[in-house]
């Protein structure tokens, strides 16, 4: 808790309680959700909260540093606290979003055939682990 108010205040960022729980949110669930996810799970606990409240944070999060916006697959806006360039890729069975570092870390401020790379989003698709052992139940 004590960190993610550090977060805030180190981006001039009033630590409101709403704006703490959508980042301690987003801190321990690396699902990358959407916007409404996030409302959704947290709407029981603070019934004052609003959707414009969630949108309005997270763009703000966003534009601090803080939150990395991705679009992936769909149109849907995805959010996730981790900054670090890496991989997505979704399992096309269960729907489930992975972040793959390995193989790729060498990319980090490397040069692509002379051209200096200073971000990257690749997102890829197919089958999970998870699912693949499944096909033989
Ligand atoms: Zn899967
Ligand atoms: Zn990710």
Not at 95 to 102: G, R, T, V
Request: aromatic share 10%; hydrophobic share 35%.
């Amino acid at each position: 808790m004590k960190s993610i108010i550090r977060i805030l205040k180190e981006n001039d960022i009033a630590p409101s309680m709403q704006r703490i729980k959508i980042l301690e949110y987003l801190k321990n669930y690396k699902t990358h959700p959407t916007a409404d996810m996030i409302y959704q799970a947290l709407a029981d606990e603070m019934p004052t909260l609003s959707k414009t409240t969630v949108y309005n944070t997270l763009k703000t999060f966003t534009e601090k540093g803080i939150l990395m916006a991705l679009s992936l697959f769909g149109n849907e806006i995805r959010y996730e606290y981790n900054t670090q360039p890496h991989i997505h890729f979704q399992c096309i069975k269960c729907d489930k979003i992975y972040d793959l570092y390995n193989s790729f870390d060498h990319y980090n401020n490397d040069l692509i055939d002379g051209h200096k790379i200073t971000e990257y989003h690749i997102n890829l698709k197919g089958v999970c682990k998870s699912c693949l052992e499944k096909v033989g139940d």
